[in-house]
């Protein structure tokens, strides 16, 4: 357990910091790389456009990848999450120029338990859509 | 046309095991962009009290990818079609972390289907233990299978 935030010092209300983290299309490219998922709609605009697309979107596992580094970089440990669970409730449609979409995530401490983890509400928000709902993590902290 | 309910219950064990990597854990931590030393670095990890670098919480998607060949979406039987498919939820639970030097087995099964609305949504839960049987993780994952409820008396 090497984390820096202690179990004893969070309380249920605790605020995690709203982060951003920019997507472009070459983390999708590095992504569909290191996950294996090649589906055409993560990279190419053409085919995300013509099966109804907006634009080339995010893989739903990115930005649930992206969400979980709020609480593994707040924590210190990405092997502390024991539990983690999401709803993909919208695309992170990401955009050919040099801004591609921002990501902006944040976390409350829903719950405290007595075995040294705690409960984390997390939400989600690429421009005004709301991408992950029900998103919810359990945390072993130090 | 629906899903097939009789294959609710049925299960895809991998063909063979999956063979955890520090580098597979340094390349998927850079495409996510976690820069944690405790991914990379093996004395970082054992100085943390792992074994070796420990995986991102996500990383065990990679064993849906892996094992696409033989996982229950492209099983003839069920009738699904790939192109209607979108992700809904997704949950890992964790028994213990995903270290370099795994050897992981996994069996995915079908839990569930059940129509919403137009569209139906599969449940399948994959079971991932060590070269020794003990549990490593237990992964849920839902998809949605668009506008095929139509033809059930369900919908």
Excluded at chain 1, 78 to 87: F, I, W
Excluded at chain 2, 68 to 97: I, K, M, W
Excluded at chain 2, 106 to 129: F, H, P, Q, Y
């Amino acid at each position: 357990m090497a984390g820096t935030v202690k179990h004893a010092d969070i309380e249920v209300g605790t605020e995690i910091p709203e982060r951003s983290f920019p997507v472009q299309r070459v983390n999708l490219v590095m992504y569909a790389g290191a996950s294996g998922d090649f589906n055409v709609i993560h990279w190419n605009e053409r085919i995300a456009k013509a099966v109804g697309l907006p634009d080339v979107i995010a893989h739903g596992m990115f930005t649930m990848a992206q969400a979980g580094r709020l609480i593994t970089d707040w924590c210190g440990d990405p092997a502390a999450v024991v539990e983690y669970g999401v709803r993909f409730s919208r695309p992170v449609v990401v955009p050919d120029d040099d801004q591609g979409a921002t990501l902006t995530v944040s976390g409350v401490v829903e719950d405290k338990r007595d075995d040294g983890t705690v409960v984390v509400a997390i939400t989600a928000r690429s421009g005004e859509d709301k991408v992950l709902s029900k998103a919810q993590t359990v945390v072993r902290l130090a | 046309m629906p899903l097939n309910r009789d294959y609710v219950g049925r299960q895809y064990p991998a063909d063979e095991p999956y063979e955890v990597s520090r580098e597979k854990i340094r390349s998927f931590a850079d495409a996510i962009g976690d820069d944690s030393p405790l991914c990379r670095n093996r004395s970082a990890a054992q100085a943390a009290g792992y074994a070796d670098v420990v995986a991102p919480p996500t990383f065990l998607t990679v064993l849906n990818f892996r094992y696409a060949a033989s996982s229950p979406v492209v099983d003839p039987g069920l009738g699904l079609n790939y192109a209607l498919v979108v992700h809904g939820e997704q949950r890992f639970v964790h028994h213990r972390p995903v270290v370099a030097g795994d050897v992981l087995h996994s069996v995915a099964s079908i839990e569930d289907i059940r129509v919403a609305g137009r569209n139906e949504l599969m449940v399948t839960k994959t079971e991932v233990t060590d070269d020794t049987g003990e549990p490593i993780a237990t992964i849920y994952s839902t998809i949605v299978s668009r506008g095929t409820a139509g033809s059930t008396r369900e919908g």
